[in-house]
Nanobody, 125 residues
Framework: VQLQASGGGLVQPGGSLRLSCAASGRIIRIDDMGWYRQAPGKQRELVADISSSGTTNYADSVKGRFTISRDNAKNTVYLQMNSLKPEDTAVYYC????????????????????WGPGTLVTVSS
């Protein structure tokens, strides 16, 4: 299972960006999917996550501005970010919690989690 994120970039304060993260491989199911971020000099923090049934969870700092969603058929999670602030500047990492997939021997395999390589979001005028 591999995760690939896209959609990062430079945006002015008050602007919007939409991040996407697609999981590839012979996936059977994924429990939670979500996004963390890490700003320079700070610890990685949870931004938002979403269960396979659609239950969402947000960091207080992004509530009302960010919306997480997922397409289970495409094994893809999205993060719509509106009203962006300079303090949202960070590398954003997507993850898939407990993915189950078929290995080369057509056996179901479960792993703890998988992470994408990160995408940089810069909010600046």
């Amino acid at each position: 299972v591999q995760l690939q994120a896209s959609g990062g970039g430079l945006v002015q304060p008050g602007g919007s960006l939409r991040l996407s993260c697609a999981a590839s491989g012979r996936i059977i199911r994924i429990d939670d999917m979500g996004w963390y971020r890490q700003a320079p000099g700070k610890q990685r923090e949870l931004v938002a996550d979403i269960s396979s049934s659609g239950t969402t969870n947000y960091a207080d700092s992004v509530k009302g501005r960010f919306t997480i969603s997922r397409d289970n058929a495409k094994n893809t999670v999205y993060l719509q970010m509106n009203s962006l602030k300079p303090e949202d500047t960070a590398v954003y990492y997507c993850y898939a919690d407990r993915p189950v997939y078929y290995n080369d021997y057509d056996e179901p395999v479960a792993v703890r989690d998988k992470w994408g390589p990160g995408t940089l979001v810069t909010v600046s005028s």
